[in-house]
């Protein structure tokens, strides 16, 4: 707000003479009085006082006649309302109120002769800054008035008055506050006070809380909680979120118009305050945020608010209003989403993608404190390492985690193993619930989008032709609409075909299939750590190790306590490898390369093992060669070689160019010559290495013209090459790239190349002999 004020002017030199007397209206004004400042101080409580009740502020700044009529110039007059809308309960430091410093500070020196209010509790509501201003106004001789009466703080009725007027001011603030307390506070027991209500509520006409009538507001709600229950963690409902293309509803408020549903792209902050908020568990809560009682008290800031737990709030009302989810279930939610966060307190953790299977689990067996993972090379490990870190004692103890989780997934799988079959069925009708309230919450969404095309369809239709000015825009916002559920449609298309589409029958017998098979599942590549670690967690509440005083590095037994979350214990006993071990490829690994080698070259297996994500002992990824040293350090023969050892096929069926050139009648250039084309296909480690020849039946029936007698082979290279508009090395790279098969035609007295697309090769066409043998003459 702007200040209105007059200009003061310079300061007067002071002159010893004492300055003679002028007739004043009140006996209290002196000319001393007169020759220094009026200032007039202006202030109202609260930003919506001024905006809604200008009357007062009309009165306030009407102080300024009243100024004049004591005998002050206007240009001695001066408005402090700098203060407008701040608070004048507290110190002027806490609330910003720089318009009462600023008088304070002109009163000290002596400039103000007179300090106009309202009433005294415009200047300050709190004792120690009025006593502090009245004793600057008695030793400056400054006058105080209001809008009926002068006071001078010299004279002691006068202060005496002023201090009473103050002290009834500071019990008037606080008797108007416990009142308002008061009857707030009893309201809200009854449960009858409004709250601001999260989205899925709406307020109804006689007060209560009511379900919001939207049912895609509803549906996301519920969807919430619902895969919460089921995933765990606030992050994988978010994930569940993202991978369906699913919104959340929130509230937006706004002063004058209330609050609107907007449709906003899911966070995990939106997520953890709906599974957090008592509300959505039909519990009236007042209370549970506000400032700290025992604080200390003071004038200063009040400090930042508090958020209260359930057993501090002021009222928790049960069954106050219709529920998402219930109240048992809220806790067990609060309990879950405090025991996955370790950043306030102790505590599990919630499930990770990290290889340790037991991560959060582990309780070490000497010192009792709970155990970390400590991922390193060459191999991860649990380490007890919480009295090391706050009392500078050694490490308790360290454990690798192979053995240990080893131990713990086979006596799982033994425990779940009777319940095989309920779990594919209870799996299978949790995909088909989850995938009915994807689809229902879209088709609730394009249901929207319709609507509002429809509803601004109607809005352009009502519109007069004429009026050219608002058709335009309706005809924009009709077109914007429509634009709108077009795109939906689309979005809504590509996610029923990446997974909203219902189970066929053969992929329900698959699931029960695998998920009969849980120790297949386990193992399988596709199912990720996360996965594992959600699974133990539901039967395992924690593990405890303790490992044999052994030399380290020299190996043991590690005993394991497994404690149930039925409360059952179990004992066991793993053997723990040693630094030798450890430092060994894993059998595992061995026997993978061994049943590999027979089928695929080195670098082929260095490829899948890559993709199976196996390491080396050093925990790096497989190359060509460390693949070749590891064979040859356990005698693994290879059936794939790089160089060729004779005239035979390979195990994967390429052969030798030797080959090629004996079956078909040709030299070995030729041979290189078809390679480098693309006529063959060919597999060559590096430049100067053999090359190894695909050459199967078909390749034959292609290369002796068998297949050109049955018609295959359109064009030839010249004609391809002006049919698909490429150039002779780019014709090539297609055959080399597969797009396109080469057939080998006899035409005349001469052999010649022709050209096929791909997706016209022949498949199951049989082989008939043509009576044409095999030339030893070279194409031109």
């Known amino acids: 707000m702007t200040t209105q004020m007059v200009d003061a002017p310079p300061d007067a030199p002071r002159n010893p003479v004492p300055a003679p007397l002028v007739t004043v209206a009140d006996p209290k004004i002196h000319a001393r009085h007169l020759t220094r400042q009026a200032l007039i101080y202006v202030r109202q409580s609260h930003p919506n006082q001024v905006r809604h009740h200008p009357e007062s502020a009309r009165r306030q700044y009407g102080l300024t006649e009243r100024a004049q009529q004591l005998g002050w110039e206007s240009e001695e007059i001066r408005v402090i309302d700098e203060d407008q809308g701040k608070s004048g309960a507290g110190s002027a430091v806490a609330h910003g109120r720089d318009g009462f410093a600023e008088l304070v500070s002109a009163v000290g020196l002596g400039e103000v002769g007179m300090v106009l209010a309202l009433e005294v509790s415009r200047l300050a509501r709190n004792s120690a800054e009025w006593y502090r201003l009245l004793e600057l106004c008695a030793l400056s001789g400054t006058l105080i008035a209001d809008d009926a009466t002068i006071y001078d703080p010299r004279l002691f009725n006068d202060r005496l008055l002023l201090g009473l007027r103050g002290t009834i001011s500071e019990v008037e603030l606080h008797c108007i506050k416990e009142r308002l307390d008061g009857a707030r506070m009893s309201k809200a027991r009854r449960g009858e006070l409004p709250l601001r209500l999260p989205a899925g509520y709406v307020g109804g006409r006689d007060g209560q809380i009511e379900l919001d009538p939207d049912q895609e507001v509803q549906g996301a709600i519920r969807t919430i ?242 009026n050219r000015l608002a058709v335009r825009e309706l005809e924009g916002r009709w077109n914007a609409k429509l634009r709108a559920v077009a795109e939906l449609e689309a979005e809504y298309r590509r996610e029923q075909n990446r997974g909203l589409a219902p189970l066929t029958a053969e992929e329900k017998a698959t699931l029960h299939q695998l998920v009969g098979d849980v120790r297949a599942l386990w193992e399988a590549a596709e199912m990720c750590m996360e996965e594992r670690k959600r699974l133990v967690r539901c039967l395992i509440r924690e593990v405890v190790l303790l490992k044999d005083e052994q030399p380290r590095g020299q190996g043991g037994i590690t005993t394991l306590r497994i404690g149930w979350c039925s409360g059952a214990w179990s004992e066991l006993r793993a053997r723990r490898p040693s630094g030798a071990d450890l430092a060994s490829t894993p059998q595992l690994v061995l026997e993978r390369i061994r049943g590999l080698a027979q089928h695929h070259s080195d670098d082929q297996v260095a490829a899948i093992l890559n993709a199976e994500g196996l390491r080396t002992k050093m925990g790096l990824s497989w190359t060509y060669l460390r693949v070749g040293q590891i064979r040859l350090r356990h005698g693994i023969p290879t059936a794939c070689p790089i160089v060729p050892k004779g005239a035979g096929p390979r195990g994967d069926g390429l052969v030798p160019p030797a080959t090629v050139m004996e079956q078909v009648g040709v030299s070995r250039s030729v041979v290189g010559s078809w390679c480098r084309c693309g006529f063959l296909h060919a597999e060559q480690k590096a430049a100067l290495d053999p090359r190894w020849i695909r050459l199967t039946d078909e390749d034959q029936a292609r290369l002796d013209g068998t297949r050109a007698a049955q018609g295959y082979g359109r064009w030839r290279l010249r004609e391809a090459q002006r049919v698909f508009g490429l150039n002779e090395e780019e014709l090539y790279q297609r055959m080399r790239d597969g797009d396109l098969i080469a057939y080998r035609a006899h035409i005349g007295d001469h052999w010649e190349w022709c050209v096929d697309p791909a997706d016209q090769a022949p498949h199951d066409v049989p082989l008939q002999p043509t009576g044409i043998h095999a030339a030893s003459e070279e194409e031109e």
């Open 225 to 466: 909680f619902a895969q919460f229950e089921r995933l765990g963690t606030a992050t994988a409902v978010l994930h569940f979120f993202n991978d369906h293309g699913l919104k959340i509803p929130r509230h937006r408020w706004h002063a004058e118009s209330g609050s609107h549903i907007v449709w906003m792209r899911p966070s995990y902050q939106a997520i953890h305050t709906v599974l957090m908020n008592p509300t959505y568990a039909g519990a009236y809560v007042y209370g549970r945020r506000g400032q700290d009682s025992s604080g200390p008290i003071g004038l200063g800031s009040p400090g930042a608010r508090k958020r209260f737990a359930l057993d501090q709030v002021s009222v928790l009302l049960h069954d106050h209003h219709p529920a998402y989810v219930s109240w048992e279930r809220y806790l067990a939610n609060r309990a879950t989403l405090r025991d996955n966060s370790t950043q306030f307190q102790p505590s599990r953790g919630a499930p990770r993608q990290g290889s340790g299977l037991l991560q959060g689990l582990v309780v070490c067996g000497r010192c009792g404190c709970r155990m970390r993972v400590q991922y390193g090379k060459p191999s991860a490990a649990y380490l007890c390492g919480t009295r090391h870190q706050r009392y500078g004692e050694p490490l308790c103890q360290s454990l690798t985690i192979g053995h240990v989780d080893r131990a713990v997934s086979e006596a799982f799988l033994q425990v779940i193993e009777p319940a095989q079959i309920e779990a594919a069925l209870t799996l299978a009708a949790e995909l088909e619930r989850d995938r009915v309230a994807v689809e229902r919450q879209w088709e609730l969404r394009l249901e929207r989008a319709r609507y509002e095309a429809e509803r601004a369809f109607r809005q352009y239709d009502l519109c007069e032709p004429e």
